[in-house]
């Protein structure tokens, strides 16, 4: 694992992770994008260690605001600039020697399903593939703030747009995380923040949500979205309607009896094992489906 820091476009610090196989060559790149209020660094460091013992090169970033890159903790000002930021970071590393030739996979959770999808709308070309665990393509009934918070926020952004919320909502840890221990983690760690969501941040999310919800039919590039059946912070109906409705000919869907939110991180280590199990061969066939193809095209120019 390295670690090391970049600087965006407006003067901001951004911690940056890869995780590489040992004395292999990796057979493709994940990029990986993060939920909201987490990081990369250290909560998501077992499963790239994971994925990188299966062979593959693994890249994340921690936003603006997120972990311990910089900003206002977990201020989320205009999802654009954060798109960028991440679009800006993964495309250097895709244009960058040898890993021009190799497949490229974008993976994300929650929050950072909305970043994965944004992604490939910013660059469809780039992305040989897309991995969505639990995506923010709509907030879940349970998890979303009433008609008078909604126009309450409208108000109060402008005004003072870094505010925390007043009001009280769902503790978004019980919800997400199934084991009791990973909770308990989840609140020890200080690169995870676990204030009460800032008025322009929860009025981003909610943009963002509706926005990717009413567009689902532009997803284009292959996907697997994997959701458990008893999450509480996304919507499983959405997941379901992404796969019914995008236009890839190439998706797949996995629903989980019984599982919460964070699939890999927050349930018993069977259950995430059958979760990272599926990934690992979803990506796996695509490599092979897409060199096949890419023979096949080489000799027909040759021809």
Same mark, same amino acid.
């Given at each position: 694992?390295?670690? =090391?820091?970049?600087?965006?476009?407006?003067?901001?610090? *951004?911690?940056?992770? @890869?995780w590489f196989p040992v004395?292999?060559?990796?057979?493709?790149?994940?990029?990986?994008?993060?939920?909201?209020?987490?990081?990369?660094?250290?909560?998501?460091k077992d499963i790239a260690s994971n994925f990188a013992k299966e062979g593959f090169a693994v890249y994340g970033i921690e936003y603006e605001g997120h972990g311990?890159?910089?900003?206002?903790?977990?201020?989320?000002?205009?999802f654009d600039l954060l798109i960028d930021d991440v679009s800006s970071h993964f495309s250097k590393i895709s244009e960058m020697g040898d890993?021009?030739?190799?497949?490229?996979?974008?993976?994300? =959770?929650?929050?950072?399903?909305?970043?994965?999808?944004? *992604?490939?709308?910013? @660059?469809p070309e780039l992305w040989d593939g897309g991995i969505l665990i639990a995506p923010m393509c709509k907030i879940a009934e349970e998890m979303k703030p009433s008609r008078m918070v909604i126009s309450m926020i409208t108000m109060v952004t402008n005004l003072i747009p870094s505010w925390k919320s007043i009001v009280p909502g769902p503790d978004i840890i019980n919800n997400a995380f199934k084991l009791p221990e990973k909770r308990q983690e989840i609140r020890a760690n200080p690169n995870c923040y676990q204030g009460r969501p800032r008025m322009?941040?929860?009025?981003?999310?909610?943009?963002?949500?509706?926005?990717?919800?009413?567009?689902?039919n532009e997803v284009t590039m292959p996907f697997i979205v994997l959701h458990g059946e008893?999450?509480?912070v996304t919507d499983k109906g959405v997941s379901k309607l992404l796969y019914e409705v995008a236009s890839s000919n190439d998706k797949t869907l996995k629903l989980y009896?019984?599982?919460?939110?964070?699939?890999?991180?927050?349930?018993?280590?069977?259950?995430?094992?059958?979760?990272?199990?599926?990934?690992?061969q979803?990506?796996?066939?695509?490599?092979?489906?897409?060199?096949v193809k890419a023979n096949n095209d080489e000799a027909k120019s040759q021809i």
């Open positions: 694992m390295i670690q =090391e820091f970049i600087e965006n476009s407006r003067g901001m610090q *951004l911690l940056t992770c @890869k004395n292999q060559e990796p057979r493709a790149l994940i990029f990986f994008c993060h939920g909201y209020a987490i990081d990369c660094s250290t909560t998501f311990r890159s910089g900003g206002l903790s977990v201020y989320i000002d205009n890993n021009t030739k190799k497949k490229k996979f974008i993976m994300g =959770e929650s929050m950072g399903g909305a970043v994965v999808l944004l *992604l490939h709308r910013k @660059k322009k941040t929860m009025s981003e999310l909610y943009r963002v949500s509706l926005d990717l919800e009413n567009r689902l008893d999450d509480k009896p019984e599982m919460w939110h964070s699939l890999l991180f927050g349930e018993p280590p069977e259950n995430s094992t059958v979760v990272f199990n599926d990934i690992v979803w990506m796996q066939t695509r490599i092979t489906t897409l060199n």
